[in-house]
């Protein structure tokens, strides 16, 4: 399925930052992202690089793998 992939990462994102305690404008505001943004990714709505992969897992302490899988 086209997608599929931003869209799981989306909501693992989204699980991991909730799991946290991690409000989305906190979270987005450490990453030097608009808040707005960081929602569409959460969306599946943005494609993003391998470099963004790995800086939200960092900023979550997570391996990149468990944002993609």
Do not use: C, F
Not at 41 to 58: H, I, P, Q, Y
């Amino acid at each position: 399925m086209e997608g599929g992939l931003q869209r799981a990462l989306g909501r693992n994102l989204k699980a991991w930052r909730e799991q946290r305690g991690i409000s989305q404008e906190t979270l987005a505001h450490e990453l030097g992202y608009h808040r707005t943004y960081l929602g569409a990714v959460e969306r599946g709505e943005r494609n993003l690089s391998l470099r963004s992969v790995e800086k939200l897992a960092d900023q979550l302490g997570v391996e990149p793998l468990e944002l993609l899988n």
